[in-house]
T-cell receptor
Framework: GAVVSQHPSRVICKSGTSVKIECRSLDFQATTMFWYRQFPKQSLMLMATSNEGSKATYEQGVEKDKFLINHASLTLSTLTVTSAHPEDSSFYIC????????????FGPGTRLTVT | GQNIDQPTEMTATEGAIVQINCTYQTSGFNGLFWYQQHAGEAPTFLSYNVLDGLEEKGRFSSFLSRSKGYSYLLLKELQMKDSASYLCAVSGGYNDYKLSFGAGTTVTVRA
C-alpha cells in the first residue's frame, strides 16, 4: 500500500516551453501533497504545499507564476513548469500525505527534467 | 529558519556499523525523519522519532535527543546495498507536516 506515482519519469524539453508533471496517490487519499526539487548532490528543497481544493502554498523564493500547482482531486496533483529554462533542469519529487496517517509522507519516484 | 547539519560522506566496511549524526536548529519541532535515497531515485522512509530515545527497526536504529537538537541513525551489519544517501529531515510546523531536509550523508560500503 501507500504508493505514489509520478509521470513522466523523464522529460526533455526546449527552452521556453511548458512541462506538466503529474503526481498520483494510487491507493490512498492525499489531502496534502508536497513538491520538492533536488539539484545534483544537494538535498530536497520544498517548493510548495498543495492542498486539495485550495491554492498551493509556495515557499519563499519559489515563483508561483512559473511553477503552477493544481490539486484538483484527492489523488492527483500537477506541477507545470512554465517557460522552462535550462536552470530549471532538476529532479522534481512529489510526496503525499495519507489523510488517515499520523505523520508519514510517501514519495513518488521523481521526474528528471532536462531543459535544452 | 531551519538549520539541519549532517556529515557529507562516510565510508565503512561490509558487516561493520556506521552512525550518521544529525543536528538541527528549527523554529518548531514535530518529529525527525530518516530517509534512504539511492542515486536517481526517490527517498524511502526509514524511521521517525518524536520522543527522546532509541527506536530500533531491524538493522537500522534511530536516536533522538530533543534537548540537544540531535539525532543519529545507526546502521548495523552493513551490506553493499546500504550504499546510498541518508537524509535527515525535521517536521517543524504544527499541523503542516512540511519537512526540512539536511544535505544528506553519502555512505559507501566497501567489500
Amino acid at each position: 500500500g501507500a504508493v505514489v506515482s509520478q509521470h513522466p519519469s523523464r522529460v526533455i524539453c526546449k527552452s521556453g516551453t511548458s512541462v506538466k508533471i503529474e503526481c498520483r496517490s494510487l491507493d490512498f487519499q492525499a489531502t496534502t501533497m508536497f513538491w520538492y526539487r533536488q539539484f545534483p548532490k544537494q538535498s530536497l528543497m520544498l517548493m510548495a504545499t498543495s492542498n486539495e481544493g485550495s491554492k498551493a502554498t509556495y515557499e519563499q523564493g519559489v515563483e508561483k507564476d512559473k511553477f503552477l500547482i493544481n490539486h484538483a482531486s484527492l489523488t492527483l496533483s500537477t506541477l507545470t513548469v512554465t517557460s522552462a529554462h535550462p536552470e530549471d533542469s532538476s529532479f522534481y519529487i512529489c510526496s503525499a500525505r495519507d489523510a488517515g496517517a499520523a505523520y508519514e509522507q510517501y514519495f513518488g519516484p521523481g521526474t528528471r527534467l532536462t531543459v535544452t | 529558519g531551519q538549520n539541519i547539519d549532517q556529515p557529507t560522506e562516510m565510508t565503512a566496511t561490509e558487516g561493520a556499523i556506521v552512525q550518521i549524526n544529525c543536528t538541527y536548529q528549527t523554529s518548531g519541532f514535530n518529529g525527525l525523519f530518516w530517509y534512504q535515497q539511492h542515486a536517481g531515485e526517490a527517498p524511502t522512509f526509514l524511521s521517525y522519532n518524536v520522543l527522546d530515545g532509541l527506536e530500533e527497526k531491524g538493522r537500522f536504529s534511530s536516536f533522538l535527543s530533543r534537548s540537544k537538537g540531535y539525532s543519529y541513525l545507526l546502521l548495523k551489519e552493513l551490506q553493499m546495498k546500504d550504499s546510498a544517501s541518508y537524509l535527515c529531515a525535521v517536521s517543524g510546523g504544527y499541523n503542516d507536516y512540511k519537512l526540512s531536509f539536511g544535505a544528506g550523508t553519502t555512505v559507501t560500503v566497501r567489500a
